[in-house]
């Protein structure tokens, strides 16, 4: 059969349909991602070029800055050696009098106020104080002991003491500059200048200046930021904690870690650091990125780092980036009219066409549909005929399958009813054989006794028979049961076995009402307590834990033994139907199956435990019977 070429003249157009929806569905998502990519390329390079231009505008302030702090600090280098110019203070030193030390101490306090410093004190050579010229005060330093002193040390071997520290006696911090006075070639004592370098702070503070200065330890000693001040810069060792505390140079101050909540290095001695904001300097951030920027401080070995807040660079990164993504957004917005605008000519154009080849094709088609309606015509009666066979076919399975299941469901009744008369039959083969045995020896009384348990046995067999087929019917799974009572007729039962080889029993529940059945109780009891005995039948000294506990309205009966265990293959099949560890014929393995579905069957559970010490847990969970609320009167 040849095909008319004519037919797929018009395909384009409809064709163009799909890819078209696909760009309407792909195009918005993707100039969205485009946006966001070349917004935030755009951001980065402004950030990037900011923090550069930022840091070569914060190298030019941190060495103001640090040269204005090393010249506070060298502005009071010289006054300790100043004092060996003083012939008084020599002569303290070699012959320590009241008058020469009442006149060194007013010597030291019109000095000390001239200068402007916080202290000046003269040491001997074991550190005792001789003269301070805070001796009117009542913190003075007169006669303190200060040889502890790592300032006083470097100075009495002649080299140049230089302390940042916490008074011991007033709690002070302080900058110590200390010198060995010298007389003959010989150091005879210690001169030292106490400076107190709050009043940088205080600049710092009015500059609205974000800097601190730490010392050799990584101590922040100084800080426009009150709450970094006595803060490790670096993490310090639990060697390098205790040393210091027993120093006492920061006195009792536990000198925590100054963790910002971001770092990224930039540069040597450059970083980027997150601190949780200053509420003095900045009141609507939680948290604000500087630029830190470190120098070490001439003579001295401490480092000043300045902190270039970089909120004001961000924003205008920020604000440079959606510019991007909206000049980029608004080109993208008039190629795609101009495109659209495009294809409308072309589908108009198209579309004429296409009108035309479907004129010439309408009649050729209403043939071509009148044969397939024919056609599927016929398929859907074939169709008909063959679901109604199929639904015959499937109505004769079901009724199979339902028969099936009625003889399932009787062979799995009499195996369950087998298992169950199993032990009482059991029991009834002993007790009636006592009671022969008493008779011939004219014993009664106990022979009536025993007729009377045998009695007792078949009422229980009746009742076996009752409840499992109740159980068959899922009629009645409610009830109340005494759990004293359960556990003592379980025991009667398997009275035979405890006879014959001793079982020490240990009961440690409350006699409560649980809601079960008490046919059905004692079926699980007699299951669990029989079990237990047949794993302890090779024990020397066989033992039974009864113990009970209440938890989450439900009762807990544990069964534990002390017995030779579960080996672990065997425990992922314990509840399986027909599953026994037992040898031969003596299980049929429905036992633990039977119990874990009785007590579902009343809201409880059947679980077992596998303690370390060896044996075997079954735990029985229960609900309590709640108790019956009073009728008012």
Same mark, same amino acid.
């Not at 410093?117 to 001997?124: K, L, T």
């Not at 032990?423 to 006592?434: D, Y």
């Not at 020896?441 to 499992?468: C, F, H, P, W, Y």
């Not at 579905?597 to 009343?602: E, F, Q, R």
């Given at each position: 059969?040849?095909?008319?070429?004519?037919?797929?003249?018009?395909?384009?157009?409809?064709?163009?349909?799909?890819?078209?929806? $696909?760009?309407?569905?792909?195009?918005?998502?993707?100039?969205?991602?485009?946006?966001?990519?070349?917004?935030?390329?755009?951001?980065?390079?402004?950030?990037?070029?900011? =923090?550069?231009?930022?840091?070569?505008?914060?190298?030019?302030?941190?060495?103001?800055?640090?040269?204005?702090?090393?010249?506070?600090?060298?502005?009071?280098?010289?006054?300790?050696?100043?004092?060996?110019?003083?012939?008084?203070?020599?002569?303290?030193?070699?012959?320590?009098?009241?008058?020469?030390?009442?006149?060194?101490?007013?010597?030291?306090?019109?000095?000390?106020?001239?200068?402007?410093?916080?202290?000046?004190?003269?040491?001997?050579?074991?550190?005792?104080?001789?003269?301070?010229?805070?001796?009117?005060?009542?913190?003075?330093?007169?006669?303190?002991?200060?040889?502890?002193?790592?300032?006083?040390?470097?100075?009495?071997?002649?080299?140049?003491?230089?302390?940042?520290?916490?008074?011991?006696?007033?709690?002070?911090? &302080?900058?110590?500059?200390?010198?060995?006075?010298?007389?003959?070639?010989?150091?005879?004592?210690?001169?030292?200048?106490?400076?107190?370098?709050?009043?940088?702070?205080?600049?710092?503070?009015?500059?609205?200046?974000?800097?601190?200065?730490?010392?050799?330890?990584?101590?922040?000693?100084?800080?426009?930021?009150?709450?970094?001040?006595?803060?490790?810069?670096?993490?310090?060792?639990?060697?390098?904690?205790?040393?210091?505390?027993?120093?006492?140079?920061?006195?009792?101050?536990?000198?925590?870690?100054?963790?910002?909540?971001?770092?990224?290095?930039?540069?040597?001695?450059?970083?980027?650091?997150?601190?949780?904001?200053?509420?003095?300097?900045?009141?609507?951030?939680?948290? $604000?990125?500087?630029?830190?920027?470190?120098?070490?401080?001439?003579?001295?070995?401490?480092?000043?780092?300045?902190?270039?807040?970089?909120?004001?660079?961000?924003?205008?990164?920020?604000?440079?980036?959606?510019?991007?993504?909206?000049?980029?957004?608004?080109?993208?917005?008039?190629?795609?009219?101009?495109?659209?605008?495009?294809?409308?000519?072309?589908?108009?154009?198209?579309?004429?066409?296409?009108?035309?080849?479907?004129?010439?094709?309408?009649?050729?088609?209403?043939?071509?549909?009148?044969?397939?309606?024919?056609?599927?015509?016929?398929?859907?009666?074939?169709?008909?005929?063959?679901?109604?066979?199929?639904?015959?076919?499937?109505?004769?399975?079901?009724?199979?399958?339902?028969?099936?299941?009625?003889?399932?469901? =009787?062979?799995?009744?009499?195996?369950?009813?087998?298992?169950?008369?199993?032990?009482?039959?059991?029991?009834?083969?002993?007790?009636?054989?006592?009671?022969?045995?008493?008779?011939?020896?004219?014993?009664?009384?106990?022979?009536?006794?025993?007729?009377?348990?045998?009695?007792?046995?078949?009422?229980?067999?009746?009742?076996?028979?009752?409840?499992?087929?109740?159980?068959?019917?899922? &009629?009645?799974?409610? &009830?109340?049961?005494?759990?004293?009572?359960?556990?003592?007729?379980?025991?009667?039962?398997?009275?035979?076995?405890?006879?014959?080889?001793?079982?020490?029993?240990?009961?440690?529940?409350?006699?409560?009402?649980?809601?079960?059945?008490?046919?059905?109780?004692?079926? =699980?009891?007699?299951?669990?307590?029989?079990?237990?005995?047949?794993?302890?039948?090779?024990?020397?000294?066989?033992?039974?834990?009864?113990?009970?506990?209440?938890?989450?309205?439900?009762?807990?009966?544990?069964?534990?033994?002390?017995?030779?265990?579960?080996?672990?293959?065997?425990?992922?099949?314990?509840?399986?139907?027909?599953?026994?560890?037992?040898?031969?014929?003596?299980?049929?393995?429905?036992?633990?199956?039977?119990?874990?579905?009785?007590?579902?069957?009343?809201?409880?559970?059947?679980?077992?435990?596998?303690?370390?010490?060896?044996?075997?847990?079954?735990?029985?969970?229960?609900?309590?019977?709640?108790?019956?609320?009073?009728?008012? =009167?």
């Amino acid at each position: 059969m040849k095909c008319d070429s004519t037919l797929y003249r018009a395909a384009p157009p409809s064709l163009a349909v799909k890819p078209r929806l $696909i760009r309407h569905l792909f195009l918005p998502p993707l100039i969205i991602a485009l946006m966001i990519g070349l917004g935030y390329i755009g951001f980065w390079v402004s950030e990037h070029y900011g =923090i550069r231009s930022l840091s070569e505008n914060g190298q030019r302030q941190l060495e103001l800055h640090a040269r204005a702090v090393e010249s506070e600090i060298s502005k009071y280098t010289y006054l300790p050696s100043l004092l060996e110019l003083e012939s008084s203070v020599s002569q303290l030193l070699a012959d320590p009098s009241p008058e020469l030390r009442q006149r060194v101490n007013e010597y030291l306090e019109g000095l000390n106020r001239r200068s402007r410093s916080r202290a000046i004190y003269v040491m001997d050579t074991t550190g005792r104080v001789l003269a301070t010229s805070n001796w009117r005060d009542v913190d003075s330093y007169l006669g303190e002991d200060l040889s502890f002193r790592a300032y006083f040390q470097n100075a009495v071997r002649g080299q140049p003491g230089r302390f940042y520290g916490i008074g011991s006696t007033s709690g002070e911090p &302080g900058y110590y500059l200390a010198h060995g006075l010298e007389e003959h070639g010989k150091i005879t004592g210690v001169a030292v200048v106490k400076v107190r370098l709050e009043a940088m702070e205080e600049r710092w503070q009015r500059a609205r200046l974000e800097a601190f200065v730490s010392d050799e330890n990584g101590i922040i000693i100084l800080s426009s930021d009150p709450a970094r001040r006595l803060k490790s810069v670096l993490p310090l060792s639990d060697d390098t904690k205790e040393r210091l505390a027993r120093s006492l140079q920061y006195y009792w101050y536990p000198l925590n870690e100054l963790q910002p909540l971001a770092r990224e290095k930039l540069a040597e001695g450059e970083e980027k650091l997150t601190f949780p904001a200053n509420s003095e300097l900045v009141s609507d951030e939680e948290n $604000i990125s500087y630029l830190s920027q470190t120098r070490p401080l001439s003579d001295t070995p401490w480092n000043f780092t300045l902190l270039t807040p970089l909120q004001d660079l961000r924003r205008e990164a920020i604000n440079q980036g959606i510019l991007v993504a909206v000049a980029f957004a608004l080109v993208a917005f008039l190629l795609i009219a101009w495109n659209e605008r495009r294809k409308v000519i072309a589908t108009r154009l198209a579309a004429r066409e296409a009108l035309q080849e479907a004129n010439n094709q309408l009649e050729r088609r209403i043939t071509e549909r009148t044969t397939d309606l024919r056609a599927s015509n016929e398929r859907l009666k074939s169709q008909i005929r063959e679901r109604r066979l199929a639904e015959e076919t499937l109505r004769r399975a079901q009724d199979e399958l339902v028969q099936a299941g009625k003889l399932a469901a =009787i062979g799995q009744m009499s195996t369950s009813i087998a298992h169950e008369l199993n032990q009482p039959l059991a029991a009834l083969r002993t007790l009636s054989g006592n009671t022969v045995r008493f008779l011939e020896r004219g014993q009664l009384d106990v022979a009536s006794t025993n007729l009377k348990t045998i009695n007792e046995l078949i009422d229980r067999m009746g009742r076996i028979t009752a409840s499992l087929r109740s159980f068959a019917r899922r &009629g009645d799974d409610k &009830g109340q049961a005494c759990l004293g009572k359960a556990v003592d007729a379980a025991l009667q039962l398997l009275g035979g076995r405890m006879e014959s080889a001793p079982v020490q029993v240990h009961r440690e529940f409350d006699d409560v009402q649980v809601c079960i059945d008490q046919t059905r109780l004692e079926q =699980i009891l007699v299951n669990l307590i029989g079990n237990a005995f047949d794993a302890m039948q090779a024990q020397p000294l066989p033992e039974l834990w009864l113990e009970g506990e209440e938890f989450d309205g439900k009762y807990r009966l544990r069964v534990r033994d002390n017995g030779h265990g579960i080996d672990a293959e065997a425990r992922k099949h314990l509840f399986e139907p027909f599953f026994t560890t037992k040898p031969g014929e003596q299980g049929l393995g429905l036992g633990l199956t039977l119990s874990a579905s009785l007590a579902a069957a009343t809201g409880g559970h059947l679980g077992v435990e596998h303690p370390a010490s060896g044996g075997t847990t079954f735990v029985l969970s229960l609900p309590l019977v709640s108790p019956t609320p009073a009728e008012p =009167i």
